[in-house]
């Protein structure tokens, strides 16, 4: 059974960082796609950033502030978040695609939150 478990989320000041982390358990299909996206109150979730083959795409909002990365010996994915601002208060879910373009599942994390004080 495919478990994700976030971390790394917590209350930060504006212009602070916080790295978050995404654990993975139980996979046994190939990893096609990672990605962090993240839910405001009374909006719907976003994406953030995504890792696929090797390569990075960013939503406009984060770039050069953040970045994706993963750490496949330790099964982790991670989101370094740099230059916080209250914009960026949200839960904060990873996702993995397992599988392959034409036929791929698609696992979420419980989520973390993520609040920044002006």
């Known amino acids: 059974q495919v478990r994700l478990v976030e971390s790394g989320g917590g209350l930060v000041q504006a212009g602070g960082s916080l790295r978050l982390s995404c654990a993975a358990s139980?996979?046994?299909?190939?990893?096609?796609?990672m990605g962090w996206y993240r839910q405001a109150p009374g909006k719907q979730r976003d994406l953030v950033a995504t890792l696929t083959g090797g390569s990075t795409t960013y939503a406009d909002s984060v770039k050069g502030r953040f970045t994706i990365s993963s750490d496949n010996a330790k099964h982790t994915l991670y989101l370094q978040m740099n230059n916080l601002n209250p914009q960026d208060t949200a839960v904060y879910y990873c996702r993995y695609g397992l599988g392959n373009a034409r036929a791929m599942s698609i696992y979420w994390g419980q989520g973390t939150q993520v609040t920044v004080s002006s």
């Open positions: 139980g996979i046994t299909y190939s990893i096609y796609s």
